[in-house]
């Protein structure tokens, strides 16, 4: 047994891995020959989308089973970085193995190339993984094992192995054995649960943040905890799917892009706790000082450095697994069953109120307007649905403003990096996964940066649903470029020579049915028809070049050139004088009592 196999077969038997997604290489063969008996193996256009395909496989895998990546040395590895920095940022599982060339045709130090295809693949990945190593000979089972599995924050893990590394016959290593994780400090995890539930019990506006840090099988666990607690619940863009508002007491998705009800009220509540999520900028708002004023802020964060870094404002934390701490904390909150009518009454208000489709949105004549899509989108699913809101740009912004999601959905994207072009590839991966109905919207500009993998859906006859937000360009780009710049366009659409492609030309060159949608007349119908079936389905959104995206954080460039922005609460269009009074009276008590106090 050569060692490709040898290490194919115990990840297969120890590690629940299934399948590969990979590009063939001559530097992967030995890599490549073992792992077509033992996984099922997709092959892909390019490289970045079969990194983000696993990482999206993985994430929605109901059953614990794990998807790896496979590329040769070179290009193969160059066109994966952008997959890896993806996967680091938001801390998802990607094991990356990758050819090289044999060892006595590596480069020497100082040299630029040797072998073919040559570069130093670990020193490119080093910087965006766990751990990215080469090994120079084969090692046992349980040393791999050690890599896999040493790392409390979750992320990339690269595996750089030679042509004759890979081919190394194998006698004498001992038999692997699965691998044994340490025990948690379950005492630690209790002391926290003990001052989180104290906290509550002192406090009259609570919230429960749940971030992506917990996973979706540690929720379910909890729902009914949670839902019985009396806590009001809300979510991170990661997290959107482990509560919902289908359940009780769910008020929303703040964020920099969030929902106004959310922001406004995260930002009158006197405590939050924040479990699995790092609280990052997006999260807080760039005004971070101003997160949450009034609050008493506990956060439950598997890395130090997160609760650490400065900002926001901490009260208390606790460095640990979310998914150890969220079990014994919803039952100690079900067990008191608190009451907070004051304020459960005041949310309702606040969301009864703020609609998810503004009212101060413009839609131009004869387009769709994009967050009524969404909202007449969400009508048409099914809790067993899987929804990847692409990663950047209107498409995703308004995907996660105005999507009424059920329980039971799975929702996936990848904030962190934000980059355009992830959608498909996760769709690709979160389908072959879930074996699920999966819905994808992306905007047509992003869509474009990876297109060639409607290849991979065609061949593969996946049930994904794509809706392409079509308004000739980067809506975003578009709109920084009007609002900072006056109006000066460059390289943000079909205008300023950016060149995208006819969509029903493209989708009848892969053999995939079209649809396209120009009116919201009958626009819950043509949704209907769209989404039925087993297989895929491209549907053009028409949207407006010149859509308005709002609510919005705004934010202004100051006389020295930087940039500020306001809290969230604060968002755009502004409350007139009557919601600020109805709608902010904490924040409204607490500016004059300061000012009183002055």
Known sequence: ???????????????????????????????????????????????????????????????????????????????????????????????????????????????????IQEIDGVSILSPITNKSLRLMNPIEFSALQEILHGFRRPGPIFIEIPLDVQATEISDFPEATPFINEEIDSNMVSAFVEESVSQISKSTRPVILLGGGVRRETAARCIRDISLSGIPVMTTWNGADRYAPDLPNFWGRPNTWGQRAANILIQQSDFIIAVGTRLGLQQTGFAWEQFAPLAKIFQVEIDPLEVSKGHPRIDNFLVGDA????????????????????????????????????????????????????????????????????????????????????????????????????????????????????????????????????????????????????????ASIRMTQKNYFGGAYMGCDIETGLGLPDWEYIAKSYGIEFFKIESEIGLSKALNSCVSGNGPVIVEVIIDPNQTYYPKISSRILENGQMASNPLHLMSPELNDNEVVTFLPYLEIAVKTAREEE
């Open 1 to 115: 047994m050569i060692f490709a196999e040898y290490m194919f077969q115990n990840m297969a038997a120890f590690e629940g891995y299934t399948h590969c997604f990979f590009v063939a290489g001559g530097n992967s063969m030995h890599l490549l020959n073992a792992a077509r008996k033992l996984f099922t193996c997709i092959p892909v256009v390019n490289e970045v989308a079969a990194g983000i395909a696993v990482e999206y496989f993985n994430e929605v895998n109901p059953e614990g089973k794990k998807a790896f990546v496979l590329v040769t040395a070179g290009p193969g590895l160059t066109n994966l970085v952008t997959a890896v920095a993806g996967a680091y940022l938001e801390s998802r599982e990607l094991l990356v193995i990758g050819g090289q060339v044999k060892t006595q045709d590596l480069k020497e130090k100082g040299m630029r190339q040797r072998g």
């Open 323 to 474: 998914n150890s701490f969220l079990p014994q904390f919803a039952r100690a909150a079900r067990e008191l069953h608190f009451r907070f009518d004051d304020w459960i009454a005041f949310g309702e208000s606040v969301w009864s109120h703020f609609e998810l489709s503004e009212a101060s949105n413009v839609t131009g004549a004869g387009y769709v307007n994009p967050y009524e899509f969404v909202l007449q989108l969400s009508d048409c699913l099914t809790p067993k649905d899987v929804i990847i809101p692409c990663s950047s740009g209107g498409a995703f912004t308004v995907t996660m403003q105005a999507f009424v999601a059920r329980y039971g959905q799975k929702i996936v994207s990848n904030k962190g990096l934000a980059s355009m072009g992830y959608g498909l590839a996760g769709a690709i991966g979160a389908a072959l996964s879930s074996n699920r109905r999966t819905i994808l919207i992306e905007g047509d500009g992003g869509f474009a940066q990876n297109l060639q993998e409607l290849g991979t859906v065609a061949r593969q006859n996946l049930n994904i649903k794509i809706f392409i937000f079509s308004n000739r360009g980067y």
